[in-house]
């Protein structure tokens, strides 16, 4: 059975930072590329990042880009989100998903191309 549990989640004030981490198992981990999205109360599912099977290679979106960063350690089957600089416009349940692929390039930006997800964890940003 796949699951993907995500941690590290909560309140925190603008400017702080989280880092969120996704232990996944069930599956062979090092064959999957792995993505961080988030759904805020109201809105679709969006992206946040991805990165590659192997870690070197990886994606982000650009409302995120040089304040997150997204890692992995196949090792312990399990990939990080680091947040800082949050902002109250970041207040999203945050959802991590895996993607079989052979490819090594990051995983994709198209959530439909993910084949397990997470439950997700609340992260709430105030100001």
């Known amino acids: 059975q796949v699951q993907l549990v995500e941690s590290g989640g909560g309140l925190v004030q603008a400017g702080g930072s989280l880092r969120l981490s996704c232990v996944v198992s069930?599956?062979?981990?090092?064959?999957?590329?792995l993505g961080w999205f988030r759904q805020a109360p109201g809105k679709e599912r969006e992206f946040v990042a991805a990165?590659?099977?192997?870690?070197?290679?990886?994606d982000y979106a650009h409302s995120v880009k040089g304040r997150f960063t997204i890692s992995r350690d196949n090792d312990k089957k399990s990939v990080y989100l680091q947040m800082t600089s949050l902002k109250p416009e970041d207040t999203a349940v945050y959802s991590c998903?895996?993607?079989?692929?052979?490819?090594?390039?990051?995983?994709?930006?198209?959530?439909?191309?993910?084949?397990?997800w997470g439950q997700g964890t609340q992260v709430t940003v105030s100001s």
């Open positions: 069930g599956v062979t981990f090092s064959r999957y590329g």
């Open positions: 998903a895996a993607r079989h692929t052979i490819l090594s390039v990051p995983a994709t930006r198209d959530n439909s191309a993910y084949d397990y």
């Open positions: 990165i590659s099977r192997s870690g070197r290679d990886s």
